[in-house]
C-alpha cells in the first residue's frame, strides 16, 4: 500500500506544481487587462459579418466578462438599436471569448499536465475547433438573416490602471480556492485510481456493453461516468491510466468526447441556462443555451465519428 501512495504522489505532485504556476501566471495576466490587448483582432472580424457595429463594445468586454458583455446587449435591443436576431447572434459571439479564457486558466494549465502533451492537446485543439466553428456559424447566419444594421449606441469608457503586485494579489485570492478544489479532488482520486489498479478492482467492469461497444477498457467506464459529474474528476482518473499504459491515446480521447457529449447538456441545463434567462429572458435566452450546446455537441460527435473510424 506505502508503494502505492508513493507511485501517486510521484505521479500528481509534479502536475499540481505545474497546474498551480500556471492558474497563478494567467491569473495575473487576467488581473494586468492582457485579454482586452486583443481588442485589435474585433474590427477585422466585424467587417465580414452583417452584425451590428455597436455589439463590437460588448464583444470587446467579453473578453473579460459575457455576463457584462450580455448586460450591454439588453440594453441596446431595450433602446431598439437591435433586434432580436440581431441580439442572439451578438450573444453567441461574446460566448467565444470564454473559450480562451478556458484555454488559458483551465485547458493549458490543467488539461495539459493531467493528460500528457498528446491526449492534453488533442483536448485543447477540439475546444479550439468548437469555438471556430462558432464563430463561422454565427458570421454565416449573419450573412444570411441580417442586413447591416448601423445603429449607434453611446457608450461610456472607463479604465483603471492595475500594478503588478495588485494583479499578484487578485491572482492569489481569484486562484486559491479553485487550486484548493483541484490539488484535494486530484491527489484523492489519483490515489485512488492506483490502489484500485493495484487491487485489480477494474477487472470487475469487463461486461461493461459500452467499453466493448466503442472499444474502450473497461476501467474507462469509471473516468468517464465521472467526467460527466466533474471534467476534473474524470480527467483526473483518466491522466494515470494514460501514464500506466492502461489505455491508449485514441481510446483515451473518445472517453473525452463520450463524457463532454453526456456533460454538455447538463452542464448547460444547470450553469448556462439560468444565467442567460435571466439575462435575455425564457425566449431568447432558451434559444442562446440551445443553440451553443448543440453546436458543441456536434463537433464532438463528429470527432467521435474520426475517432472511431480510424481505431
Given at each position: 500500500?506505502?508503494?502505492?501512495?508513493v507511485?501517486a504522489l510521484?505521479f500528481a505532485?509534479?502536475?499540481l506544481?505545474?497546474?498551480?504556476?500556471g492558474?497563478?501566471?494567467?491569473?495575473?495576466?487576467?488581473?494586468?487587462?492582457?485579454?482586452?490587448?486583443?481588442?485589435g483582432?474585433?474590427?477585422?472580424?466585424?467587417?465580414?459579418?452583417n452584425?451590428?457595429?455597436?455589439?463590437?463594445s460588448?464583444?470587446?468586454?467579453?473578453?473579460?466578462?459575457?455576463v457584462?458583455?450580455?448586460?450591454?446587449?439588453?440594453?441596446?435591443?431595450?433602446?431598439?438599436?437591435i433586434?432580436e436576431?440581431?441580439?442572439?447572434?451578438c450573444?453567441l459571439?461574446n460566448?467565444?471569448?470564454?473559450?480562451?479564457?478556458?484555454?488559458?486558466?483551465?485547458?493549458?494549465?490543467?488539461?495539459?499536465?493531467a493528460?500528457?502533451?498528446?491526449?492534453?492537446?488533442?483536448y485543447v485543439?477540439?475546444?479550439?475547433?468548437?469555438?471556430?466553428?462558432?464563430?463561422?456559424?454565427?458570421?454565416l447566419?449573419?450573412?444570411?438573416?441580417?442586413?447591416?444594421?448601423?445603429?449607434?449606441y453611446?457608450?461610456?469608457?472607463?479604465?483603471?490602471?492595475?500594478?503588478?503586485k495588485?494583479?499578484i494579489?487578485?491572482?492569489?485570492?481569484?486562484n486559491?480556492?479553485?487550486?484548493?478544489?483541484?490539488a484535494?479532488?486530484y491527489?484523492?482520486?489519483?490515489?485512488l485510481?492506483f490502489?484500485?489498479r493495484?487491487?485489480g478492482?477494474?477487472?470487475?467492469?469487463?461486461?461493461?456493453?459500452?467499453?466493448?461497444?466503442?472499444g474502450i477498457?473497461?476501467?474507462?467506464?469509471?473516468?468517464?461516468?465521472?467526467?460527466?459529474?466533474?471534467?476534473?474528476?474524470g480527467?483526473?482518473?483518466?491522466g494515470?491510466?494514460?501514464?500506466?499504459?492502461?489505455?491508449?491515446?485514441?481510446?483515451?480521447?473518445?472517453?473525452l468526447?463520450?463524457g463532454?457529449?453526456?456533460?454538455?447538456?447538463i452542464?448547460?441545463i444547470?450553469t448556462?441556462?439560468?444565467?442567460?434567462?435571466?439575462?435575455?429572458?425564457p425566449?431568447?435566452?432558451i434559444r442562446?443555451?440551445?443553440?451553443?450546446?448543440?453546436?458543441?455537441?456536434?463537433?464532438?460527435?463528429?470527432v467521435?465519428?474520426?475517432l472511431?473510424?480510424?481505431?
Open positions: 500500500m506505502f508503494t502505492v501512495l507511485s510521484d505532485i509534479p502536475i506544481i505545474m497546474i498551480f504556476v492558474l497563478f501566471g494567467a491569473g495575473i495576466l487576467i488581473e494586468l487587462g492582457f485579454m482586452q490587448k486583443f481588442s483582432l474585433i474590427i477585422p472580424l466585424f467587417k465580414h459579418t452584425l451590428p457595429d455597436t455589439c463590437a460588448p464583444f470587446m468586454v467579453s473578453l473579460g466578462s459575457t457584462a458583455a450580455n448586460g450591454m446587449l439588453v440594453n441596446f435591443k431595450d433602446t431598439g438599436c433586434n436576431k440581431e441580439t442572439m447572434l450573444a459571439l460566448g467565444t471569448p470564454a473559450y480562451m479564457r478556458e484555454i488559458i486558466t483551465y485547458q493549458i494549465p490543467i488539461v495539459l499536465p493528460l500528457g502533451p498528446v491526449v492534453g492537446g488533442f485543439m477540439v475546444f479550439i475547433l468548437t469555438a471556430i466553428v462558432k464563430v463561422s456559424l454565427v458570421i447566419l449573419s450573412k444570411l438573416f441580417l442586413e447591416k444594421n448601423n445603429c449607434k453611446a457608450e461610456s469608457k472607463a479604465s483603471k490602471k492595475v500594478t503588478l495588485e494583479a494579489k487578485g491572482s492569489l485570492k481569484r486559491r480556492k479553485l487550486f484548493t478544489k483541484i484535494v479532488i491527489l484523492s482520486m489519483t490515489t485510481v490502489i484500485l493495484d487491487r478492482i477494474f477487472e470487475a467492469f469487463d461486461i461493461l456493453p459500452l467499453a466493448s461497444l466503442f477498457p473497461a476501467e474507462s467506464i469509471v473516468p468517464l461516468t465521472s467526467y460527466v459529474v466533474s471534467p476534473i474528476l480527467i483526473s482518473l483518466l494515470p491510466m494514460i501514464s500506466s499504459g492502461g489505455i491508449s491515446y485514441v481510446q483515451a480521447m473518445i472517453v468526447m463520450l463532454s457529449m453526456f456533460m454538455l447538456p452542464f448547460s444547470k448556462l441556462l439560468p444565467r442567460y434567462v435571466s439575462i435575455f429572458g425566449r431568447i435566452g442562446i443555451v440551445a443553440f451553443s450546446a448543440g453546436i458543441s455537441m456536434t463537433v464532438r460527435f463528429f467521435l465519428l474520426a472511431l473510424w480510424i481505431t
